[in-house]
């Protein structure tokens, strides 16, 4: 178990707090968007959490983005949301490819943390819980060939992203199922998603069925379309026409 971040986070518990009072006061402080009320945070927490610094040192809100409470559920099309029928193909340019079932997906070593997300569309939720597993310890125990920079996953109905190897071997990056101590509910990617919390969110693939590690990368489905290859919030990658 690891908390990379804070688990106090005094940002976000100020943004939940302020928004009780906001919602209490005003009633009109939330927005009806996507069938859901996403309440928008106030200019002043946005300003703390410009000012804030990561222990990276970048700042802990990306520039263009504003912050919301909790996950906004943007789509895509779902699979089967039960753990039980769940099967996670690890593959690719691998010694040992494996199938792992939910069930064994719990006897690895579960990671709990708290982590922020950017989504491209602008918005941000900051220090909810996620628990899972690394991804590098699936890569480990698949044994990556020489040579693998690249990491496609797979999910339901065909929607693919990809990630370079590093950012997919990062400690914060997960195979998550479970969301602010509940399971990962159906619009946010029941029942396992990945997570790369500093990519931009369309990075973190709901309904996960593959982890396939490549040699060659291959652009997915939101990279077809318009978004940038690598995707990293803090430099604004956010279309493929900026990239070099
Ligand atoms: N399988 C699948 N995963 C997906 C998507 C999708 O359409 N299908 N959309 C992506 C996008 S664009 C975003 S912003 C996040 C949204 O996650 P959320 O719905 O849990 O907020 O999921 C990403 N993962
Ligand atoms: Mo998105």
Known sequence: ?????????????????????????AGTVVTALGGGLWALAGEGLIRSAR??????GRPRLPPGQ?????LKPMGGTPGDPSRRNWRLKVHGDVA????????????????????????????????AQWKGVRIKDLA????????????????????TANVRLEDALAPTSLVAYEHDTRPLARPNG????????????WKSAKYLTGIRFARRD??????????????????EERYSYQEG
Not at 66 to 70: A, D, G, V
Not at 190 to 201: E, G, I, Q, T, W
Not at 223 to 235: F, K, M, S, V
């Open 1 to 25: 178990m690891t908390a990379p971040n804070d688990p106090a986070d005094p940002l976000a518990r100020a943004l939940a707090r302020r928004e009780l009072l906001r919602r209490a006061a």
């Open 51 to 56: 000012a804030e610094t990561r222990a990276d």
């Open 66 to 70: 504003r912050l919301i409470t909790s």
């Open 96 to 127: 040992k490819p494996f199938e792992l079932d939910f069930a064994e997906l719990l006897q690895l070593e579960q990671v709990e943390q708290r982590c922020d997300v950017h989504c491209v569309t602008g918005w941000s939720v900051l220090g």
């Open 140 to 159: 480990d125990r698949a044994g990556l060939n020489k040579g693998v920079r690249h990491v496609i996953f797979e999910a339901a109905a065909g929607y």
């Open 190 to 201: 029941a029942p396992v998603r990945s997570l790369v919390p500093d990519l931009y969110f």
């Open 218 to 235: 291959q652009r997915g489905y939101w990279e077809e379309r318009g978004y940038h290859n690598h995707a990293d919030p803090w430099t």
